[in-house]
Structures are given as C-alpha cells and as structure tokens.
C-alpha cells in the first residue's frame, strides 16, 4: 500500500471538463450546493423523480444502524422502469439492445419489454409466486435475465441473482440461504465460443434445494441440437420460459410496494467463509440508482448506454437493468467475452451501435491496453462522449491509455467507487462539473457523507486512513438477510457510529479521494470480490489438504491474483498433479473465478505463538518483499524457508 501511495502522490495532471461539455451538462454545481444546504430535501428531491403510487411521509428514520427511507410511501420498481415510458414517444424506443456471443441479436422497444415482463410476470403466479417469495435467477447475460428480474418486481417478488461463473454448490449456498422457490436458468451460456451448461450446474445445485418448487429453463441454444444433453427436463419440476410464457397475457398489475419492501438479495464475499445476503429495499435504492445513473453519467434520451458488468453482480444491478430503465434509457448489453472471436469485439459493438456511455472495469481496461492499441484504433469509436469505471482503484497508466485510446482525448471519465452494500455509486466526479485527477474517484456524490478516519476512529482532513461513511444514505443495504447482528457487527462495529466499508483511501489537499484497495480479508480479483476464507474452506474440503492460507498478491491484469499456500496431510507427496487437482477443487466449489494462481506446498505456516496464521508475512513473499516484523511469530525459521521457497518456484 505504501508504494502506490507514493506513485499517488506523484500524480500532478489535472483534467478539466470539457467546456463544450460543461455547457450542457445536466449535473451541476448547484446539485452540492442544494446537497449541502439541506441532505434530506436534496434526496426527496431525486425521489420525486420517480413515479409513487402514495407519496412519502417521513423522508428517513434513523435508529442506527438501521434506517428507513421514504416511509409511508408506494411505488413498484417494474412500473418505473417500464410502464412510465410507455404513454409517449419513448414507448418505441430501444429499451435494450443486445448481442450474443456468437453474434445473435435483439432489440426490445420499451413496449415490447413491458409486455414480456407482464408475461413473464403472469408466469411466476401462475407456479404460486407472490409477493415476498425468493426467486433465484442463474443466467447469462441474455435479455431474459433483465425480464426475470423485472417480473420479480413487478410482483413483489425478492430476486436473488447468482452470477453464472459461480459452481453448482455456490448456487446451492444461496438458494438455501434465501429459501428460494423457484430458479430461473437457461440451458446454456456462450463463452469464448463455448457453452456453459447452465441447467446442468443447476440440477446438481437443485438436488440439495428443498425449497425449490420450480425451475424455468431459457432456451438459449439453438432447438433441436442435442437438447437433453444440455437440458434434461424433470416433468413436474422443470418447465421451459418460452412455452410458460407464451400461454400468458402480458398484462399484469404491478404489485404497490412499500418503499421498504424487499427488492432483491444480492450475495457478495465477506471475511468468513459464508457469503452475506446484502438486502436492498425498493424506494431508497431505486432512488440513488436513478438519480446517480442520471447525474454521474450525464443520461440523455439519445444516449446508448453500455455498461459491461454482468447482471450477476452489482453494478449490473445497478447500472445495467433498474437505473437506465427507471431513467428511460437505451441499454446495450452483451452477453460473452471482450476478446471473442476477436480482440476488438468491444470495439466492434461501440461502432456498430454507436454508443456513447461506456463504463467497465480497470481490469477490463488492463487487458485492452496488453492487447495494444490497434483494436480500438481499427473502428470508429467517435460516438462515445462518456467513460466510466468500477470494481477496483485505476492506475493512473490505465486511466491515461482509456483517455487516450477509447476516449480519444476528449471523454470524461468517472470513477466511480461504490459497493455492493451501497446499492449506487458513492464518490466519483459529476462530468462537467468536476476536473479529474487519473487515478483518483474525486469526491462524494451530494447528499453523500464519507469520512476519512484514523485507526482509533478519529476523523481525519487529509492522509490516508480508513473509508466510513457517517450519514445513511437511501440505497444503503438494510442487513444482511437472515443475520442483523452480523450485519451490525461486520460494518458498524469498527468504528462506532460509522459504517465501514473495508476500504483503505487517502485524501489529498484538494479533499479528493485515492482509494487504496481492501484492508481486511477480501480480495478483489479482476473487479470480483473474493473472501481469503472461502477458498481457504474450498481448499481444506480437499481429502489432501490439512491447512491452507491465503492472500491477495498485486497482478498486473487482475489487480490481485489469488496465491495459496497449503500444507498436506501426512503421507500425502505434494505434486504439480495435485497442484492441479486443488484448483480444479475451488473452481467445483466456488467458481472458476476462485481459481488460485499459485499454490505453494510448505511443511509449516507461519503462526504467532497463539497459533494464528500471520497473513501479512505471507502476503509479502507472494509479492516478492523484505519480510516485515516476524517477532511475534513461534517459530521465525518457518518463513524463512518459505520465502526461500516461493522464490526458487519462480
Ligand atoms: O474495494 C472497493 C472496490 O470494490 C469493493 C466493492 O466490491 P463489490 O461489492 O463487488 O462492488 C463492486 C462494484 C461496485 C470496494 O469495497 N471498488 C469499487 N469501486 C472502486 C473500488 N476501488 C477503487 N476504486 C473504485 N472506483
């Protein structure tokens, strides 16, 4: 952490908004202004924004750390996002635009996809769902998995979408921890030109699921060809979309929410082995993701609208389904790879489709840069006028080449940091109103309170220290499903009275913040969060594994890469098979994504004499550092021969 804040601190180029940018910009200064006068107002102001069928009482009860928003008031997520915009000229408009790996494509009008969500909706009640009930969604990124989630809220339904890299016990983990009903899944999902077998993953989940009474199953393969190998359709239980649907009206009424209602559960990493159920409620977040999608990326009607991340997580939550869609937007979407069948497939799909916003991930932008320039270079990317990014802290080379090389110079950038738990975006620049630094998020959002503190909790101006947020703000996770006390406990007990979010940033002069990456146990592995402790668990389910640790190491493309170091049971010989036999183990028992990229056999951990295992001196072999202070440990000679080691292996 040290030696990018020193690179940090030498970062001087300053990018100011663009004037003819500026000019028309729909995010102003005035927005901080009104913000800082008065929080509240500011927010019921951006509330106002979206369609309720009873207005609000009382715009937030606070009884820390728990909070409600815009109380007393109705609305249904799936009217806003669709209904609205179907009275006027945009009824016609690209809702979403998509394209399939192998090159398949489809255009919903806000018309069109309001009828398939109402049909998609009538489907889920006619197999019993209703309000409150937990719908699991196990899909690529087709335009089915933004009509499931819509269906959902069109009925008061709480999605619960698993992203698709995730193995079949990660999806039994969640169905069972949400008690879902039914799960929603498609026969398959291209990438890199192959096929996920989705369905297959799903049935191995669904053998452990007791609470699931029904799968619907997308046809996403062409008919016909070797249908059952893909999808083997238990009758009773399985039923295919396309036939539920089509037996179906597409009108159906959306469902009045309470804005405190469940909207979905989203899964994410934390420092336990267990994932956390992040619960989002509808009228908050539907609000900061409206009105920051609106604000941050400067939404026009003529704007195409392309955000990469996969509904799976997050930011596809957030930016590709219920904030463009509530704003009335078009929505590109696109279901494979960056570099299938070739390098420049973004490229290819700005040209061809002429967007204008683009945002994605600095490990996304890391990969184009190794690639080189000559794929963008080769297609006319003169229609973007906006970039963003998410996920992970930018290098400032990074953010130079996507200003350069995408944005030819003239694009602002937003960097935007945010969370899971946060449901919208939190600090970033407003384009037009901010002038840039490369490397840095800027600062807060209005009506957004975020503090630097030191390790005892002290506020601090400037330095570096701890990211916490101390006012609630209306996207805010409410708790962690089934589990308030760990959600008390995993952010509110740090730093008493304040929210933390894991992060370590700095503030400069200026009050711009550089964040620094995780400082507890999780890591962020090419944009995706990872907790150290459950590969750790994946790792000892192994029949050869006594004991693993494990730690992020800095990687070029990926931001960290995962590195393990394991201890065998006695009478096990540590091989390059078995190597390749544990990555393969937390590939079934996580995801591929968990895949560690070095494990290092060792006859011993480092431990303290009370038997922990000392995380950071393992960090600093994986990274090739001095080891830092080993007094503390039982026996200093394990670590020794373990950075001895890990430097012959390379
Ligand atoms: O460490 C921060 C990093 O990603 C974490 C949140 O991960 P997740 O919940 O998966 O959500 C990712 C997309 C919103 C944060 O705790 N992070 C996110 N955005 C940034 C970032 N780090 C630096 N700069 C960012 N812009």
Same mark, same amino acid.
């Given at each position: 952490m040290a030696d990018q804040l020193a690179t940090l601190l030498l970062e001087e180029r300053r990018f100011p908004p663009p004037a003819a940018f500026a000019a028309r910009a729909?995010?102003?200064p005035a927005l901080y202004h009104a913000a800082a006068r008065d929080r509240l107002a500011f927010w019921e102001e951006q509330a106002r924004a979206l369609d309720w069928i009873t207005p609000w009482t009382s715009v937030l009860t606070w009884s820390p750390p728990h909070a409600r928003w815009f109380d007393g008031g109705r609305l249904n997520v799936a009217a806003n996002c669709l209904d609205r915009h179907l009275t006027g000229a945009r009824r016609n408009k690209a809702a979403i635009i998509w394209e399939g790996e192998p090159g398949d494509r489809r255009v919903y009008t806000y018309w069109a996809l309001a009828r398939e969500v109402g049909r998609a909706a009538n489907a889920l009640k006619r197999l019993g769902v209703v309000k409150g009930d937990r719908v699991a969604i196990y899909l690529p990124m087709i335009p089915e998995a933004a009509i499931a989630m819509l269906a959902c809220a069109r009925l008061g339904a709480v999605h619960s979408v698993v992203f698709g890299g995730f193995s079949a016990e990660s999806l039994r983990d969640r169905i069972n921890d949400a008690t879902a009903t039914v799960l929603i899944t498609a026969d398959g999902g291209y990438r890199r030109g192959q096929v996920l077998p989705l369905k297959r993953i799903a049935d191995e989940a669904v053998a452990q699921c007791p609470s699931i009474e029904h799968v619907v199953v997308v046809r996403r393969r062409p008919a016909g060809e070797g249908d059952e190998s893909f999808a083997e359709m238990t009758e009773g239980r399985d039923h295919w979309w396309h036939r539920l649907l089509d037996r179906e009206s597409p009108d159906c009424p959306a469902e009045p929410m309470e804005a405190e209602d469940l909207l979905f559960i989203l899964y994410t990493s934390g420092t336990t082995g267990q994932p956390k159920g992040i619960v989002h409620t509808t009228g908050g977040y539907l609000t900061q993701a409206t009105a920051t999608t609106r604000y941050v990326f400067d939404l026009r009607e003529e704007d195409i609208f392309?955000?990469?991340?996969? $509904?799976?997580w997050i930011t596809g939550h957030s930016y590709v389904v219920y904030g463009p869609l509530a704003n009335g937007a078009t929505v590109l979407m696109y279901e494979g790879a &960056?570099?299938? &069948?070739?390098?420049d497939r973004f490229w290819k799909i700005v040209a061809r489709h002429g967007v204008t916003i683009f945002y994605t991930a600095p490990t996304a932008i890391r990969a184009f840069m190794k690639w080189g320039t000559k794929h963008p270079a080769a297609h006319d990317l003169s229609t973007l006028r906006l970039l963003g990014t998410v996920g992970e802290p930018i290098n400032p080379e990074a953010w130079m080449w996507y200003h350069e090389h995408i944005g030819r110079g003239a694009c602002p950038i937003v960097d935007t940091w945010w969370q899971t738990e946060t449901g919208g975006i939190m600090i970033t620049a407003l384009p037009g109103v901010t002038t840039t630094k490369p490397g840095s998020a800027t600062t807060p959002f209005p009506g957004i309170s975020v503090e630097l503190v030191d390790t005892t909790g002290k506020a601090l101006a400037k330095g570096g220290g701890f990211l916490t947020l101390t006012e609630p703000w209306?996207?805010?996770?409410?708790?962690i499903y089934g589990d308030d006390a760990r959600y008390q406990a995993t952010y509110w007990s740090r730093f008493p009275g304040r929210y933390f979010a894991g992060d370590g940033a700095k503030v400069d002069d200026d009050g711009y913040w550089w964040l620094l990456g995780r400082v507890d146990d999780v890591l962020n592995v090419a944009g995706h969060r990872i907790g150290t402790m459950e590969v750790e668990s994946a790792l000892v389910?192994?029949?050869? $594994?006594?004991e693993a640790a494990v730690v992020g190491k800095a990687h070029d493309l990926k931001g960290q890469a995962i590195a393990a170091f394991v201890t065998v049971k006695e009478g096990v010989k540590p091989s390059a098979e078995l190597r390749e036999d544990l990555r393969e183990h937390v590939a079934r028992k996580i995801g591929a994504i968990a895949k560690p990229d070095d494990i290092l056999f060792s006859a011993d951990l480092p431990k303290t004499r009370s038997g922990k295992i000392m995380r950071r001196l393992l960090k600093d072999i994986a990274e090739g550092r001095a080891l830092g202070d080993t007094t503390t440990l039982a026996d200093p000679n394990v670590v020794a021969r373990l950075k001895e080691q890990y430097e012959d292996k390379e």
């Open positions: 729909i995010g102003t392309w955000c990469t991340a996969d $509904v799976g &960056p570099d299938w &069948p070739e390098r209306p996207g805010m996770l409410r708790t389910d192994h029949p050869d $594994v006594a």
